[in-house]
C-alpha cells in the first residue's frame, strides 16, 4: 500500500536558524497537504501542493512539490519559539484511494530561545 | 465556521467495555473522516463518509470498530469489547467537496485500563 516517510524524526534548533523536512511518497501523489500539530493539539492544515514543481510561500515556510509528484519539503526560514510543533506531510492519491490522505509520521521541531 | 466538535475529550475504560465517540463536522462539509493517532506517530486512516455513505474503511478497522453517519451530518465511531491496544488519540476531520485541507477536531483520547 501507499507510504509516505517523512525525515528527520526530530529537529533542534537555535532560534533563528533554519529547518527543513522532507517527505517521499512510495506512489505518485494527485496533491500533498502539510499539516502543523502543536503538543496537546490537533493537527491544523497549512498548505496542499497540487502540481508538479510548485513551490508556495507563506511568510517565513516555503513548500516544494516534486517534479514527480512523489516528494515534497517544507523550508522554515529564521525559526521562531512560535515555530514549536510537529509537522506532517500528508499524501493523496486518487487512483489508489479515493479520498484519504496518508500521513506521514512528522518532524517534531523544537526551537532554543 | 464553528470548527470540528468532538465529544467526549477523554475516556477511561475498562477492557472489554464498549465506547462510542461522537464528531459534528462544519456543516457544509460533506466528507468527514476518522483517524486513530498514537503517540509520536502520524495520524492513521481508519474510515471516510461522503454525505451518510461510508465510502472506504481501512484494514486497520477490526470488526470490533463501526462507525454511522446516518443523516449526513453528525457521526459517531463505536469501539466493542475494547482492548489495551486500542489506546490512542480518535481524531474526527470533515472537508468541503470542493475545499483543500480537512478541518480536524480536538479529538477523543481514550485510554484502556
Known amino acids: 500500500g501507499q507510504q509516505v516517510m517523512q525525515i528527520p524524526q526530530y529537529q533542534h534548533v537555535q532560534e533563528g536558524e533554519d529547518f527543513t523536512t522532507y517527505c517521499n511518497s512510495s506512489?505518485?501523489?494527485?496533491?500533498i497537504q502539510w499539516y502543523k500539530q502543536r503538543p496537546g493539539g490537533h493537527p491544523v492544515f497549512l498548505i496542499q501542493?497540487?502540481?508538479?514543481?510548485e513551490v508556495k510561500k507563506q511568510k517565513r515556510l516555503t513548500f516544494q512539490f516534486g517534479e514527480a509528484k512523489k516528494n515534497s519539503s517544507l523550508h522554515i526560514t529564521a525559526t521562531q519559539t512560535t515555530d514549536v510543533g510537529t509537522y506532517f506531510c500528508?499524501?493523496?492519491?486518487?487512483?489508489?484511494?479515493?479520498?484519504?490522505?496518508?500521513f506521514g509520521k512528522g518532524t517534531k521541531l523544537s526551537v532554543k530561545p | 465556521d464553528t470548527g470540528v466538535s468532538q465529544n467526549p475529550r477523554h475516556k477511561i475504560t475498562k477492557r472489554g467495555q464498549n465506547v462510542t465517540f461522537r464528531c459534528d463536522p462544519i456543516s457544509e462539509h460533506n466528507r468527514l473522516y476518522w483517524y486513530r493517532q498514537t503517540l509520536g506517530q502520524g495520524p492513521e486512516f481508519l474510515t471516510y463518509?461522503?454525505?451518510?455513505?461510508?465510502?472506504?474503511k481501512s484494514r486497520l478497522l477490526s470488526d470490533r470498530f463501526s462507525a454511522e453517519r446516518p443523516k449526513g451530518s453528525f457521526s459517531t465511531l463505536e469501539i466493542q469489547r475494547t482492548e489495551q491496544g486500542d489506546s490512542a488519540m480518535y481524531l474526527c476531520?470533515?472537508?468541503?467537496?470542493?475545499?483543500?485541507?480537512?478541518?480536524f477536531g480536538s479529538g477523543t483520547r481514550l485510554t484502556v485500563v
Open positions: 463518509f461522503q454525505n451518510e455513505a461510508q465510502l472506504e
Open positions: 501542493l497540487v502540481k508538479s514543481g
Open positions: 506512489t505518485t501523489l494527485s496533491n
Open positions: 476531520a470533515s472537508r468541503h467537496r470542493q475545499g483543500k485541507g480537512y478541518t
Open positions: 500528508a499524501g493523496e492519491d486518487y487512483g489508489g484511494s479515493q479520498g484519504n490522505l496518508i
